[in-house]
């Protein structure tokens, strides 16, 4: 019989930088994942309500996913290649043709950068700015990109954007929808200022922003609002870039998560669930009308994970060849609201915010979120927050999570959210 050795936990404190952060609130060891439970070394299980950030919406270790992964690679696939023609390139690019872009009316041709969020987002904001020959792009209040110097200067977060050390330009920021509360039209706002050449603000290369704010609070943009963006973008020659990394992928009920907007973005950014297994996997789509990089102008070692391209395609066509997985994510979604809003009434003052499988709570405070993110994983849930002041309980639950389990990890939050306000009730009395 053998004993399984535990690690170490010291050698974390020792070797790895201060800049980890997840693990801080999250400190087990974990060894396994499957779906959305993660196991640690001691053997206990934890529903995962992070799922890595938005990039496992179709849980960990997906067998059909798995499958495809490990026969490509015992049969020796291509694992580099820089950007040469490989057979999993063309065999996802084939079915991302055919299962998204042509049954939605998409034309866009696929630009593949280095393997993270934020390097789309670099690309991008390069290619706006040869093709409209400008610098400026807006962004928006509570936007995140990216902690790249380019990605950073159009990112909103303080803290991060503290960390630069060095100047972040060329970027100027506006309010987003509802910024100033439902009364004042930012829109209207943002339309005023661009047509006004004594505002301060330079005609822009691109509008850049997300439908829902991961990050920056669950913010969701109404339809509305991100079609008038859309005009005004069009009225003075810029480019509209939806950031699609985190919102993108179903987790808002559709793949794209402006698709239902009627809208039509010159950019796209994705990333993070882009490769349906947690693999790094990043991308730019770009309407063909804008392709015009010259040959390796812009590049990178790793553009392109062939390995993530098996993966990406068996997700693909396993969950969106038909209707019945986007579906199931809009009951899930229609249930996780219909959850939240007893829970927020459970809190003064707290609100439910988001879209779909995107959603929290904002329970008015960093210090009342945290504590009850804590209680959670005390109880075996995996939750984390967000928003400017980490103010909001958020749920990335993966889309893919059994409706059981949901229930299960919706009744720790809830559970955790009464303990706390029970004890809050009680020291003030």
């Not at 690679?73 to 872009?101: N, P, Q």
């Not at 969950?319 to 997985?325: E, G, N, T």
Request: with cysteine.
């Amino acid at each position: 019989m053998t004993t399984m050795t535990m690690t170490d936990k010291t050698i974390y404190e020792r070797r790895e930088s201060e800049a980890r952060s997840y693990c801080r609130s999250f400190p087990n060891v974990f060894s396994s994942a499957r779906n959305a439970v993660l196991r640690d070394e001691s053997g206990r299980d934890y529903i995962d309500f992070l799922a890595g950030c938005s990039s496992l919406n179709y849980g960990h270790n997906d067998p059909d996913m798995k499958a495809a992964l490990v026969d490509y690679i015992t049969s020796d696939g291509v694992t580099h290649g820089l950007d040469m023609h490989t057979s999993s390139k063309s065999a996802f690019l084939k079915a991302f043709e055919e299962i998204i872009l042509e049954p939605r009316g998409l034309d866009y041709k696929v630009q593949f950068t280095g393997p993270t969020g934020a390097n789309a987002v670099e690309a991008a904001m390069k290619l706006a700015r040869k093709v409209t020959g400008r610098t400026n792009i807006i962004s928006f209040t509570n936007g995140f990109h990216g902690v790249t110097m380019g990605a950073l200067a159009a990112t909103g977060n303080g803290y991060h954007r503290g960390g630069a050390s060095a100047p972040l330009s060329n970027v100027q920021r506006v309010p987003f929808d509802a910024y100033h509360g439902d009364e004042i039209d930012t829109a209207q706002m943002l339309e005023k200022m661009l047509d006004d050449p004594s505002s301060g603000i330079d005609t822009p290369a691109a509008i850049m922003l997300e439908t829902v704010q991961g990050e920056g609070g669950l913010n969701a943009a109404s339809a509305e609002w991100v079609k008038r963006i859309e005009e005004i973008a069009r009225a003075h020659g810029a480019l509209l870039i939806i950031d699609d990394i985190q919102a993108g992928c179903g987790r808002t009920g559709t793949f794209f998560s402006f698709e239902e907007m009627g809208v039509s973005p010159d950019i796209v950014t994705m990333a993070k669930s882009f490769s349906g297994f947690g693999l790094p996997f990043a991308a730019v789509l770009i309407k063909p009308e804008h392709d015009i990089w010259g040959p390796a102008e812009h590049n990178g070692t790793f553009r392109g994970n062939n390995h993530a391209f098996v993966t990406a395609r068996v997700a693909l066509e396993k969950f969106w060849k038909s209707d019945a997985f986007q579906q199931d994510v809009q009951v899930k979604g229609d249930y996780l609201k219909e959850r939240l809003e007893a829970i927020a009434d459970m809190v003064p003052g707290a609100r439910l915010k988001g879209r779909g499988m995107m959603r929290g709570v904002d329970v008015g405070t960093g210090e009342v979120a945290g504590d009850i993110c804590k209680r959670c994983f005390q109880q075996g849930l995996i939750i984390e927050t967000s928003g400017a002041h980490d103010e909001v309980v958020k749920i990335l639950a993966p889309l893919t999570i059994e409706q059981e389990l949901l229930a299960k990890g919706l009744d720790i939050l809830e559970a955790a959210v009464a303990e706390k306000f029970s004890a809050h009730k009680m020291a003030a009395e």
